[in-house]
């Protein structure tokens, strides 16, 4: 699986945006971007993926960059409920196996 | 409608002792996962299921893990001769099917504790 890196953690104030940035330069072309968050002692939630061109929906927006290589999910205003563990992950459109392969995820702080 | 629930939502059970998770996925999701999560580590895949077969096993720590799905539905994870090193969260998840960009919806998990 190609592999994500993300930075360890980052903070934001709250009712700022926040981008929170992921590196991918061996994605294929058939290689959806995924984002996924995990809050405190939950399970992780889906929050938005993305092919080629950017996405918005209620959560968040994701922007691709041209060549694929990276991706910036963008919290438009954070909330202290946005505090969690933000994974970027790949997974390929042709295969059957869409398990989710998770990495170390960025740590979101929001403070007041 | 109701999300994935998972059952019992802790468990702790000394070393040695088998042990039953159960996932209920959303109702009809065809595709069900299973993750652990150990302290301080990442999620790790266990074992995926596309209706009650599972073609991926390559998840599964030992031979000491089973997983099975009956009914297209309901799954039960079972650890048998529990070790310390079992202690995790164990997620279950279910996407409408297998392939494809569909997003999974993950349960909130069973805290297991081997004393």
């Known amino acids: 699986d190609a592999k994500t890196t993300q930075p360890n953690s980052m903070e934001s104030n709250e009712e700022e945006p926040v981008h929170l940035p992921c590196n991918h330069s061996t994605i294929s072309g058939t290689d959806y971007i995924h984002w996924y968050r995990q809050l405190p002692s939950q399970g992780p939630e889906y929050v938005i993926h993305g092919l080629t061109s950017n996405v918005n929906n209620r959560m968040a927006s994701l922007a691709i960059a041209e060549d694929r290589k990276s991706s910036t999910l963008i919290l438009h205003r954070a909330t202290l409920r946005d505090a969690a563990v933000y994974y970027c992950i790949l997974r390929d459109l042709t295969g059957t196996a869409s398990k989710l392969t998770f990495g170390t995820g960025t740590r979101l702080q929001v403070t007041l | ?115």
Not at chain 2, 31 to 36: G, K, N, S, V
């Open chain 2, 1 to 115: 409608g109701a999300g994935v629930s998972q059952s019992p939502s802790n468990k702790v059970t000394e070393k040695g002792k088998d042990v039953e998770l159960r996932c209920d996925p959303i109702s009809g999701h065809t595709a069900l996962y299973w993750y652990r999560q150990s302290l301080g580590q990442g999620l790790e895949f266990l074992i995926y299921f596309q209706g009650n077969s599972a073609p991926d096993k390559s998840g599964l720590p030992s031979d000491r893990f089973s997983a099975e799905r009956t009914g297209g539905s309901v799954s039960t994870l079972t650890i048998q001769r529990t070790q310390q090193e079992d202690s995790a969260v164990y997620l279950c998840a279910s996407s409408l099917v297998l392939a494809g960009p569909y997003e999974q919806y993950f349960g909130p998990g069973t805290r297991l504790t081997v004393t």
